[in-house]
């Protein structure tokens, strides 16, 4: 949904007075000053209204300061199109009730635009007030999307070209202007009753990163970084280390593989000699025993 205007005004009948936002039940308006101060102006330039005093039949007794009141202090509700447009369009609406009759005819209607007249008038008029202004970057060029925070409440946003504008009631208010990739800005701007205040907005990079001086988390991450590879060039050296000692380990035990092999080889071949050895003995003592025993 666009957010391209500036004020809105809804006429209504069964009473005479102004409401402004929340007709809903809310513990804080927002921008309050600002909507009191539109419906002051619509009262204040309407002939009777802005005495407070319907006189309409069943409603004698009944007395509105100024004429002006909270919508819902008035007729307390939800889903009205003044709350929409104020909540989604941050468009500020007020409700004028005309007069005692819901539906007038078409002889009341010349009464009613004299009466009226002024006050419309004057809020045509009050459109081209409030603050105005242009945000670009350090190089002239316009930045889109920014955020405008008045006074920590009232939100509006930078349109095509750089440009923003909102209402506000006459006096000093708070601006703090936002937007990703920039440094903040914040400033208090004087609005005057009678022309606009022109604001101009120069953003520079924003020399942050994660809320923190570049500088700060340029060295941190500096930092991080010789340590990472001292770290790893520590571990090379002892993996290196480690990969050398089990190469000495596995020659050694492949010299003394081959010497056991060396000495299990002379022990077999002395093994055999023996056996030849004792078969040769057996057979000369058989070969005596036998003449021996022939001889006797």
Not at 87 to 107: K, L
Not at 264 to 274: A, D, E, Q, W
Not at 280 to 288: C, K, R, S
Request: net charge negative; aromatic share 8%.
């Amino acid at each position: 949904m666009k957010q391209d205007f500036s004020l809105s005004v809804a006429l209504d009948g069964g009473s005479l007075l102004v409401t402004y936002p929340y007709d809903k039940p809310v513990q804080t308006v927002e921008n309050r000053e600002t909507m009191r101060h539109l419906a002051s102006l619509y009262a204040n330039n309407h002939p009777t209204m802005y005495l407070g005093q319907s006189s309409c039949p069943n409603k004698s007794d009944e007395n509105i300061p100024g004429g002006v009141m909270l919508g819902a202090e008035w007729h307390s509700h939800l889903g009205s199109m003044k709350d929409f447009s104020v909540d989604y369009g941050h468009c500020p609406e007020i409700t004028v009730y005309t007069g005692c009759c819901y539906f007038p005819g078409a002889g009341q209607l010349p009464t009613l635009w004299a009466e009226n007249k002024k006050s419309l008038l004057a809020m045509l008029v009050e459109v081209h007030k409030g603050i105005y202004g242009l945000v670009q970057d350090r190089h002239g060029r316009p930045v889109l999307k920014v955020e405008i925070v008045l006074n920590e409440r009232v939100k509006v946003s930078t349109k095509e070209g750089g440009y923003f504008h909102v209402l506000l009631a006459p006096g000093y208010h708070n601006l703090h202007a936002k937007a990703d990739g920039y440094q903040q800005q914040r400033i208090q701007v004087l609005v005057h009753h009678d022309v606009a205040t022109f604001v101009h907005i120069q953003f520079d990079m924003d020399n942050r990163i994660f809320g923190l001086p570049r500088e700060l988390v340029v060295t941190v991450a500096g930092a991080t970084m010789s340590a990472l590879l001292l770290t790893a060039c520590i571990i090379w050296c002892v993996c290196s280390i480690k990969s050398n000692r089990h190469k000495d380990g596995f020659h050694r035990l492949r010299q003394h593989h081959d010497d056991y092999e060396d000495e299990i080889r002379m022990m077999s071949t002395g093994s055999k000699k023996s056996l030849l050895s004792h078969e040769f003995q057996d057979e000369t003592d058989t070969e005596e025993e036998t003449l021996y025993s022939s001889k006797h």
